[in-house]
C-alpha cells in the first residue's frame, strides 16, 4: 500500500520563475493538504483541495494556488517565487470530509525541498 | 486565534532515559484535537497520538504517553526509555472545529537527540 508521495524531491529555481510541485495521496485517500516548512520551523498549512476544489486556504498570498484531478492527485504551483519561499513543501492526505471526523491524522508525505536563488 | 508553543528548542538524553516534551495551546474553540508528529531525517511527519477537548483521560501507549491538562492548556509527550531510534524533531499540533477538520496548527517543534 503506497503512501503517499511527492515529486521531485528536491528542485532548485531562481526569483522569479514558476514552480510546479506533485502529490499522489495514499490509496483511499481523497483530500489533500499542502504546507509549507521552513527551516527550524513548523509545518505552515497552505491550503487543502477535496473533490477538486479548494475547501481551505491559510494564510498565503494568491502566488501559491494549486489543482486535484479526478484521480485525487494534486499540484502546487507557486509563481513569481521570492527568496523566502525556499522551504520544504509538504504534502498530506486523508479521508474525505464526507467521511472522517474532526480530529482525523494526516498521513505525510517525505516533501519536496526547494530553494530559490 | 490559535497557537501552539514548544518551548523546548532541543533536548539531549542518553539512551534509556525518560524524556518529556512539552507544548502549550491557545484556543478559543471549545472542541478541538491536539496531536503529536515525529519528523524524522527523511521529511515526511509520521503520527504519534492525538487528544481531543473533551478527553482529558491521560494514556499510555508502549513507551508513549501523555498528558492533557485543559486547565493550563498543556499536552506534554512523554517518551519512557528513550532509544536512539527516537532521535528526530517533534511536532504538536492543534486542530479546531471552527478553523476546518485539517488545517493543522504546529509548533515550532522540539529536536530530540538521543545519544548511545
Known amino acids: 500500500d503506497a503512501g503517499v508521495t511527492q515529486s521531485p524531491t528536491h528542485l532548485i529555481k531562481t526569483r522569479g520563475q514558476q514552480v510546479t510541485l506533485r502529490c499522489s495521496p495514499k490509496?483511499?485517500?481523497?483530500?489533500v493538504s499542502w504546507y509549507q516548512q521552513a527551516l527550524g520551523q513548523g509545518p505552515q498549512f497552505i491550503f487543502q483541495?477535496?473533490?477538486?476544489?479548494?475547501?481551505q486556504r491559510g494564510n498565503f498570498p494568491d502566488r501559491f494556488s494549486g489543482h486535484q484531478f479526478p484521480n485525487y492527485s494534486s499540484e502546487l504551483n507557486v509563481n513569481a517565487l521570492l527568496l523566502g519561499d525556499s522551504a520544504l513543501y509538504l504534502c498530506?492526505?486523508?479521508?474525505?470530509?464526507?467521511?472522517?471526523?474532526?480530529?482525523?491524522?494526516?498521513?505525510f508525505g517525505s516533501g519536496t525541498q526547494l530553494s530559490v536563488l | 486565534a490559535q497557537k501552539v508553543t514548544q518551548a523546548q528548542t532541543e533536548i539531549s538524553v542518553v539512551e534509556k532515559e525518560d524524556v518529556t516534551l512539552d507544548c502549550v495551546y491557545e484556543?478559543?474553540?471549545?472542541?478541538?484535537?491536539l496531536f503529536w508528529y515525529k519528523q524524522p531525517p527523511s521529511g515526511e511527519l509520521v503520527f504519534l497520538i492525538r487528544?481531543?477537548?473533551?478527553?482529558?483521560q491521560n494514556e499510555i501507549s508502549g513507551r508513549y504517553s501523555w498528558n492533557f491538562q485543559k486547565s493550563t492548556s498543556s499536552f506534554n509527550f512523554t517518551i519512557t526509555a528513550s532509544q536512539v531510534v527516537d532521535s528526530a524533531v517533534y511536532f504538536c499540533?492543534?486542530?479546531?472545529?471552527?478553523?476546518?477538520?485539517?488545517?493543522?496548527?504546529f509548533g515550532s517543534g522540539t529536536r530530540l537527540q538521543v545519544q548511545p
Open positions: 490509496s483511499g485517500h481523497d483530500t
Open positions: 484556543t478559543r474553540d471549545t472542541t478541538y484535537y
Open positions: 499540533a492543534l486542530s479546531e472545529a471552527g478553523t476546518g477538520r485539517r488545517a493543522l496548527t
Open positions: 498530506a492526505s486523508s479521508l474525505g470530509l464526507s467521511q472522517g471526523a474532526l480530529g482525523e491524522k494526516l498521513f
Open positions: 487528544r481531543n477537548s473533551f478527553d482529558e
Open positions: 483541495y477535496y473533490e477538486e476544489e479548494e475547501r
